[in-house]
Structures are given as C-alpha cells and as structure tokens.
C-alpha cells in the first residue's frame, strides 16, 4: 500500500515545484486586482481622517483676561514662594512680583511686553551675523531693528 502523503526526497521536490508554479500566477492575479482595495485601507465610514478636521495653522490668539492673567501669575509666585520656604529660602514678595509681571510701564512697555533686554541683544546678534551671511551670498541685507522686532514678536506669539 502506498501513501500518497508518505514522499520521498526527489517526488517532494517535484510537488513543490508544481505547487509554486501554480500558485505564483494566482498570487500575482490577485494582486494587481486588488490595488484600488489597498486605496481604500482607512478610508470609510469608520476611518480616521474622515473624521477628523483638518488643523488650522495660523490662528490668531485669543484675546486675555487680565483677570485671569493677574490670577495665573500670583498662583505661580506663590507656589514659587512656597518651593523657596520649603528650602530653606527667603519667600518671594509675591505683590511685588506680580505688580512687576503685570505692570507694563514697570516692565518695558505694553509693545515690547518686559523683554528681556538680553533676549533683545541675543536676537540682535542674530540678526546681524544672518545679514553678513546674506551680504557674503549677495543678498540684499535686512533692516536690523525691524527684523528683530519681527523676531521678537514671532518668538512671543503676537506675529501674523
């Protein structure tokens, strides 16, 4: 009795053979079908982008309460205050503080909202050496103040 399952080493070679040389053309056939299938992977009713809106880039920021800017900036300096008692550290005058973040004329004018004058210098340096790199390339060069002004507002949010 003979076991068709039962192969010998050189007629399983020949099955193998047989059985790739049919199934490859298959396989192939239902391949090149199915390309608009691979299309439609996460699309539908239930697909993700669909769903979502697409982000807005550019949005222009909300207008603040100054009440709750006040309210923000005295919970941070007291909670400020408080890590410096738990060390061991002289407390914060919070008033003091928040009147010095909060006071535009005490902080450097409500257009420049208290810079930093060191950020200031630091933008400026910037914005020179990016002006003889452009010289060097035979660009035309910037006008300084204005390209750090625009700088600084990009930096803290109040650019277009």
Do not use: C
């Amino acid at each position: 009795m003979v076991f068709p399952l039962a192969l010998t080493y050189s007629q399983s070679g020949y099955v193998l053979v047989a059985i790739t040389l049919l199934i490859v053309p298959i396989a192939a056939f239902s391949f090149i079908r199915s390309g608009g299938a691979w299309r439609e992977i996460g699309k539908g009713r239930f697909g993700v982008m669909h769903s979502m809106t697409p982000p807005r880039m550019a949005q222009p920021s909300p207008e603040i309460d100054l009440a709750i800017q006040a309210a923000e900036a005295r919970q941070m300096l007291e909670a400020k205050s408080y890590r410096r008692l738990r060390r061991g550290e002289a407390p914060l005058d919070v008033e003091a503080e928040v009147a010095a973040l909060l006071d535009p004329e005490l902080s450097g004018g409500a257009g420049k909202r208290g810079l930093d004058e060191k950020l200031r210098a630091e933008v400026r340096e910037l914005v020179v050496a990016r002006n003889e790199r452009r010289m060097r390339h035979g660009e035309e060069p910037l006008d300084v103040d204005a390209e750090v002004e625009r700088q600084l507002a990009d930096l803290i949010g109040l650019g277009d």
